[in-house]
């Protein structure tokens, strides 16, 4: 295979214009099988585009692009980061920075990450680490305004490769060990965090750039549960989960609910990223027994990110659709999410598994252990 992987983002005037939009398709799975994000088996060489490859962009272009979602394989009319370049060679990158070129590949368990700027990027210094995203509203007079604030976690400093051509083009190239997956939950008022190996490159005159590799796990998560046997108990009444690990990835339970007290039971599956927390119902019994299982949320995505220290609603909107969220329209921008949203499954994540036996009048006994997902 004469190229795999890497990704060319042309800034054509304003940030987020369509010309720095690049996300790939599942569908052309067949035509390159070792494109990231389509295939667990990393490639070991990689390149960057030619001009090929190149050309092949502005034809598509001329196309006037093919909306898809990468993620379900469903065409998708309006999704700002859906935008596909399907091509051997071109990996997702989505830039909201002005000026830079950015490409993408991994290759021999590293990632790769080349910035080209014909103004030249005057760093300070530069760190790894894993990245942080936290939406929130605060507080602003009499009014709430919603903010995307980016930090790092356990920040350490790295050396780039440098380069200037002979047009006074300078190049950075990053190249970042193995590291784990994306995390991410987005609730109902664009709420949320996600968490993804990041780069930070400090700027002068607040211009920082930050660099998120928002990727799918690439490999099979085997769940695992603290203690294998729930149980609560209110009067008479006894409810208890016999909980299972399945050889294909995922947990069953036996659920027996015996009395009058407890109007139902329910199994519950909460996940925690940060400070945020979703609770996904698995399934509920009212009397007698029933058998439930639960899998892991699995898309598979591979995603550079590029951004300055913050962004819009809009703006996380156009990368959290291309992503798999859902949300209905609003008059001044996005509206609501429908439902919580979930990135991925994956280490990054805490999760709790709970049986909860509902008692009527807002009151509930409770079990619960923790699970996990590890590889």
Same mark, same amino acid.
């Given at each position: 295979?004469?190229?795999?992987?890497?990704?060319? =983002?042309?800034? +054509?005037?304003?940030?987020?214009?369509? *010309?720095?939009?690049?996300?790939?398709? @599942?569908?052309?799975? $067949? /035509?390159?099988?070792?494109?990231?994000?389509?295939?667990?088996?990393?490639?070991t060489n990689p390149t960057f585009p030619t001009s090929?490859?190149?050309?092949?962009?502005?034809?598509?272009?001329?196309?006037?692009?093919?909306?898809?979602?990468?993620?379900?394989?469903?065409?998708?009319?309006?999704?700002?980061?859906?935008?596909?370049?399907?091509?051997?060679?071109?990996?997702?990158?989505?830039?909201? =920075?002005?000026? +830079?070129?950015?490409?993408?590949?991994? *290759?021999?368990?590293?990632?790769?990450? @080349?910035?080209?700027? $014909? /103004?030249?990027?005057?760093?300070?210094?530069?760190?790894?680490?894993?990245?942080?995203?936290?939406?929130?509203?605060?507080?602003?007079?009499?009014?709430?305004?919603?903010?995307?604030?980016?930090?790092?976690?356990?920040?350490?400093?790295?050396?780039?490769?440098?380069a200037t051509d002979t047009g006074g083009s300078q190049?950075?190239?990053?190249?970042?060990?193995?590291?784990?997956?994306?995390?991410?939950?987005?609730?109902?008022?664009?709420?949320?965090?996600?968490?993804?190996?990041?780069?930070?490159?400090?700027?002068?005159?607040? /211009?920082?750039?930050?660099?998120?590799?928002?990727?799918?796990?690439?490999?099979?998560?085997?769940?695992?549960?603290?203690?294998?046997?729930?149980?609560?108990?209110?009067?008479?009444?006894?409810?208890?989960?016999?909980?299972?690990?399945?050889?294909?990835?995922?947990?069953?339970?036996?659920?027996?609910?015996?009395?009058?007290?407890?109007?139902?039971?329910?199994?519950?599956?909460?996940?925690?990223?940060?400070?945020?927390?979703?609770?996904?119902?698995?399934?509920?019994?009212?009397?007698?027994?029933?058998?439930?299982?639960? /899998?892991?949320?699995?898309?598979?995505?591979?995603?550079?990110?590029?951004?300055?220290?913050?962004?819009?609603m809009g703006e996380l909107a156009g990368v959290a659709?291309?992503?798999?969220?859902?949300?209905?329209?609003?008059?001044?921008?996005?509206?609501?999410?429908?439902?919580?949203?979930?990135?991925?499954?994956?280490?990054?994540?805490?999760?709790?598994?709970?049986?909860?036996?509902?008692?009527?009048?807002?009151?509930?006994?409770?079990?619960?252990?923790?699970?996990?997902?590890?590889?």
């Amino acid at each position: 295979m004469k190229r795999v992987l890497g990704a060319v =983002v042309q800034p +054509v005037g304003r940030r987020g214009q369509l *010309g720095q939009r690049n996300f790939t398709d @599942k569908r052309y799975r $067949s /035509r390159a099988p070792m494109i990231v994000g389509s295939n667990p088996t990393r490639p070991t060489n990689p390149t960057f585009p030619t001009s090929e490859s190149t050309a092949l962009k502005f034809v598509t272009q001329l196309l006037n692009f093919q909306f898809y979602r990468s993620l379900n394989r469903k065409l998708v009319v309006g999704s700002e980061l859906g935008r596909v370049v399907a091509s051997r060679g071109i990996v997702p990158v989505y830039s909201l =920075v002005g000026g +830079v070129q950015v490409e993408y590949g991994v *290759g021999a368990g590293k990632s790769i990450v @080349k910035l080209k700027s $014909s /103004r030249g990027i005057a760093h300070r210094a530069v760190y790894t680490g894993t990245g942080v995203l936290f939406f929130h509203w605060v507080q602003e007079g009499k009014t709430q305004a919603w903010r995307c604030d980016s930090s790092m976690l356990d920040p350490q400093i790295i050396q780039p490769e440098e380069a200037t051509d002979t047009g006074g083009s300078q190049t950075l190239t990053f190249t970042l060990q193995e590291s784990m997956p994306a995390a991410g939950l987005l609730r109902r008022r664009w709420e949320g965090m996600f968490l993804a190996p990041a780069i930070h490159i400090d700027v002068p005159m607040g /211009r920082d750039i930050w660099i998120f590799l928002i990727r799918s796990p690439w490999f099979p998560l085997k769940p695992s549960v603290s203690k294998p046997l729930l149980s609560i108990a209110h009067d008479h009444s006894i409810a208890n989960a016999s909980i299972n690990i399945d050889p294909t990835g995922g947990l069953t339970a036996a659920v027996s609910n015996t009395g009058t007290s407890f109007k139902k039971v329910s199994l519950v599956m909460s996940r925690r990223v940060g400070e945020f927390v979703s609770e996904e119902v698995i399934g509920e019994v009212g009397s007698g027994t029933g058998n439930l299982s639960w /899998r892991p949320i699995m898309r598979s995505f591979d995603l550079c990110f590029a951004m300055s220290s913050s962004m819009s609603m809009g703006e996380l909107a156009g990368v959290a659709q291309g992503l798999g969220a859902q949300f209905s329209s609003g008059f001044f921008g996005p509206g609501s999410i429908i439902g919580d949203y979930i990135l991925c499954d994956g280490p990054r994540t805490g999760y709790s598994l709970l049986l909860r036996g509902d008692l009527g009048l807002l009151r509930h006994e409770e079990d619960s252990t923790q699970a996990g997902l590890a590889w």
